[in-house]
C-alpha cells in the first residue's frame, strides 16, 4: 500500500539504533502547539530539534498599520497568560518614546495589577509542570487561587485573559471600590495555600527525582543563550530588569530576587515559588503606599511618538520582555519588533535536554514555562 | 456438552469434594462467558455506531503531522536485555514455589539448600549489575 | 447429546446440583462484577474529584451513579477508528487478550468460607471454585494481559503506542519479580498453593492472624514490597507509564477509540481488583476478621471492605503521586525491590526454622 503521507524528514538522520519521536504540535505536554522532533535512542535523547510557527499570526506585521492607541489588544494575544505584562511593554515603550509623565497612582496601579498577572502566570505554570510530571492534583489545586486573581482581572479590566485598561499616559480608568480589600484578602490566604503546594512537592521523593539534577544549565551558559527570568536566575545569575533597570515605582518598593545555585529543574521551580512570595510583598507594599489623584496624564488626542528608535524592556513572568519601537514621526509605528522572553528561553532546550530521558524533556518544557503566543508572535 | 461428558467421567464423590480436574471446570465456563462478553460487544457496537472513514482519519497519530516515520522500526536492545533477565529470574521463582510450600517438611536442609540456591542466582544478579545490564541509562 | 444431562445416571449423580450452583455463582459473579468495575471508575472519579476539590461526575442520575451507564453507551456508539497500515486482526486481538485473563481469574477468588443455605439443608462454598495451585493460576493470567498492551502496541502502527508497549512490557515482567519473590514468605508459612487454604491458615488470633503480622519483620517488609509491585503491575500512578499521558500522548491504546478502548479500560480495573483481592488474600486474611465462626456471611463483608481498601488507596496515590520516570522505575524495582525480596525471602525462612 502506497503511504503518500509518511514524508522524510531531512535535518534528523539517524543512526540504526535511533528512532525519530514526533512531539507536537497537537501534545499534552508542550504547552500550546510547539513542535519537538526528538532522536532516540531507547528512551535517551540524543538530538532535538524544535518547531515552531505553527500560532504565527504576523503580529508585527500589522502593527506596523495600526495606530498606535489600536496596538495595546493585539499584545494581550502575544503572550495570553501575561497579557497585563505584555500591555505595560507596550504603552510604556510608547511613553518613554514620548517623555510622558505617568501620574504616581497608575503607576502603582499598574505594579499591582503587572504583580497579580505574575501570580496568576505562575500559578499557571505550577499546575501545568506538575501536571507534565504526573501531580494531577496540584495542577487542579494551583486553579482555585489563579481564580480569584481572574475575578478581580474580571471586575477590574471586564476580561478574565485579556485584560487591559493601560493606556498611553496612564490607566483608561481608575481602580473599582473594593478592589484594595479584594485583593488584601487574596494575599490573606496566598501564603497557606503556597504552602499546600510545598506540602504536595517539596517532600515529595518522586517529584525530587523527577526534577533535581535534570536539565542543568550553568550561570555562563544561560548568559550566552539570552536566558532572562526565571531560568536565568535560577542558574545563579542576579539579573532581574525590576531591579537593573526600575520603572515604574519598583525603585520605591522592597522586594529580593530569589536566585538558585545548581540552574536544575527543582531550582526554576524554587525561585519561581520565592517569586510568588515576593510577588506578594510588592502588591501589599504597594497596596499600602497607593496613592490618590489622577490616573491619567496630560497627552495629546493623537499619538505621535518623535522619530527615532527606543529600546525598553520590562521583567514579564517569563523573563525580560523588550520592545524595539522604530518611529518616523506619524501616526503609526514603522517597525515594533519584540524581544520575546520564551522565544529565547525555549532555544536553551537542546542544551538542557540532549543526553535526558523523553520524560526528562516533558518536565524541562514545563520549567521553562513557554507560551507559544508569545512564541510565533 | 463436552464438559459435561468430561465431568461424568471424573470420579463421583459427594459435593463440595470434587476432583483435583474439576475444580478447572467454571474457570473453563468463566472463560468462555470472558470471551462471548467482548466479542459481543464488538458485535453490538458493530451493529449500532456508523462508520465514516477519511483517509485523514485513518492516519495514525502523530501530534497532529504527518507521521515522519514507519513505527515498525527498530527499537532498542534494551527491552531485549530486560526480557532475557525475566527469563533467568522467572524460572528461578518457579522453583522457589515448590519448596516453599514443602518447607516445614525439609527443615535445615531445606534453608541450606535455598541458601546455595540463591547463592548462585545472586552471583548471577551480582554480574548483570556490575555489567551494567540493569542500568537504563 | 443433550439427552446425555436428562438421562438416568446423569440425574442421579450429585454433579447436577453441583453445576447448577456452578451456573448461578459465575452468573452472579460476573454480573456483580461487571457492575462493580463500572462503579469503580464512578467511585475513582468522585473521590479523585473531592481530593482534587471538585465535584466529579454528578450529573446523570442521582450523584452521578447513571454516569457508567452513560458511558458504556457512549462507547458502543464511538466510532470505531482503525489506523492504517495497523495490523487489524492483531488490533482487534489485543484488547480482547488484555480483557479475557482479567476477567477469568476471579472464578479462582475466594471470598467466604462455606456456609448452610436455609431451606435446602447444602452447604455453600463462597468460591467458584478451588484448585490446589490457586496462586500460581492467577499469576498465570494476569501475566497473560501484557500480551495484550504488547500486541496493542505493536499493531497501532504508531510509535507513542509501541513506546508505551515495550515500556508496558518491561514494566510488568520486572514488578512480577519483586511481586512472587515477595508472597514465597506467605506461601512457606501456609505450606499450599491453594487460595482457601491460605485464607484459613490465617484463621487464628480471633481471625487476626493475618500473614502480615506473622513472622515480624517480614511479613510487612513483604507486604509492602507486594503492594508496590501490584501499583506496577496494573500500571497505576506513580507507575502509570506506559499510558503516561504528558509523554506518550496516551501509551499503547492511543489509537484505540469506541469499545476497543473501553476494554482496555475494564481491563485496567479489573486487574486493580484482582490484585487488591490478591493482596487481601495473601496478607490480610481474605475474608478472615473477627466473628467470622459464627457467622460465615462476615466472611464476604470483611472481604469486600478489605478490597475496598486498597482500591481507595490507588485512587489515593492517583490524587498524591506524580509519576516515576523510567528508569527510576527500573531501578526500583531491579535494584531495590528484587533483593529486598531475597533477603527478605532468607530470612523468612531463618525465622520459620529457628524460632517458630
Known sequence: ?377 | MLICTALSLLPKETSGEYGPIAGYVPVVLLLLIAIAFPVAALAAGRLVRRKVETPEKQIPYECGVDPISDSKDRFSVRYYMIAMLFLVFDVETIFLFPWAVIYDKLGVFGLVEILIFLGILVVGYYYAWRKGALNWV | MPLLLFSQPFMDSPLIPLIIEWSLKIFFIFGGLMTALAYLTWFERRVLAYIQMRLGPNRVGPAGLLQPLADGIKFIFKEDIVPLDADKFLYTLAPIMSLVPALTCYVLLPFGDKFVMPGLNREIPLHITHVNVGVLAIFALTGMGVYGIVLAGYASNNKYSLMGGLRSSAQMVSYELAMVMSIIGVLLQAGSLDLVEICKHQAGWFGMQWHLFTYPPTGIIGFFIFLIAMVAETNRVPFDLPEAETELVAGFHTEYSSMKFAMFFIAEYANMVTASAMATILFLGGWMGPFVDQFPLLGPVYFTAKVGFFLFLYVWLRGTLPRYRYDQLMNLGWKFLLPLSLVNLVLTATIALFFM
Open chain 1, 1 to 377: 500500500m502506497s503511504r503518500p503521507f509518511i514524508q522524510s524528514r531531512p535535518e534528523i538522520e539517524t543512526e540504526a539504533s535511533e528512532t525519530v519521536l514526533n512531539m507536537g504540535p497537537q501534545h499534552p505536554s508542550t504547552h500550546g502547539v510547539l513542535r519537538v522532533v526528538l532522536k532516540l535512542d531507547g528512551e535517551i535523547v540524543t538530538d532535538l530539534d524544535c518547531d515552531m510557527g505553527y500560532l504565527h499570526r504576523g503580529a508585527e506585521k500589522i502593527f506596523e498599520n495600526r495606530l498606535y492607541p489600536m496596538i495595546p489588544p493585539y499584545f494581550d494575544r502575544l503572550d495570553y497568560i501575561a497579557a497585563v505584562s505584555n500591555g505595560l511593554l507596550y504603552v510604556e515603550t510608547v511613553e518613554k518614546a514620548m517623555n510622558l509623565e505617568i501620574p504616581p497612582r497608575a503607576q502603582y496601579l499598574r505594579v499591582i495589577l503587572t504583580e497579580l498577572n505574575r501570580l496568576s502566570s505562575h500559578l499557571l505554570w505550577l499546575a501545568t509542570h506538575a501536571l507534565d510530571i504526573g501531580a494531577f492534583t496540584v495542577f487542579l489545586w494551583s486553579f482555585r487561587e489563579r481564580e480569584e486573581i481572574l475575578k478581580i482581572f474580571e471586575d477590574f479590566f471586564g476580561a478574565r485573559l485579556t485584560c487591559h485598561a493601560f493606556r498611553i499616559g496612564g490607566m483608561s480608568y481608575d481602580a473599582y471600590p473594593e478592589f484594595k480589600s479584594a485583593v488584601m484578602a487574596l494575599m490573606d490566604i496566598f501564603p497557606k495555600r503556597l504552602e499546600e503546594y510545598e506540602t504536595m512537592l517539596n517532600e515529595n521523593r518522586i517529584w525530587l527525582s523527577r526534577t533535581v539534577g535534570v536539565g542543568i544549565i550553568s550561570g555562563a551558559d544561560a548568559i550566552d543563550l539570552g536566558l532572562t527570568g526565571p531560568p536565568l536566575r535560577a542558574s545563579g545569575v542576579d539579573f532581574d530588569v525590576r531591579k537593573a533597570h526600575p520603572y515604574e515605582c519598583y525603585a520605591d518598593l522592597k522586594f529580593d530576587i530569589p536566585l538558585g545555585d545548581s540552574g536544575d529543574t527543582f531550582d526554576r521551580y524554587l525561585v519561581r515559588m520565592e517569586e510568588m512570595r515576593q510577588s506578594r510583598r510588592i502588591i501589599i507594599q504597594a497596596l499600602e503606599k497607593l496613592p490618590d489623584g489622577p490616573v491619567m496624564a496630560k497627552v495629546a488626542k493623537v499619538i505621535k511618538p518623535p522619530a527615532g528608535e527606543i529600546y525598553h524592556s520590562v521583567e514579564s513572568p517569563k523573563g525580560e520582555l523588550g520592545l524595539f519601537l522604530v518611529s518616523d514621526g506619524t501616526t503609526k509605528p514603522v517597525r515594533l519588533r519584540m524581544r520575546p522572553a520564551c522565544f529565547v528561553n525555549l532555544q536553551s532546550l537542546k542544551k538542557m535536554a540532549v543526553g535526558s530521558l523523553v520524560a526528562d524533556v516533558v518536565a524541562i518544557i514545563g520549567s521553562l514555562d513557554i507560551v507559544l503566543g508569545e512564541i510565533d508572535r
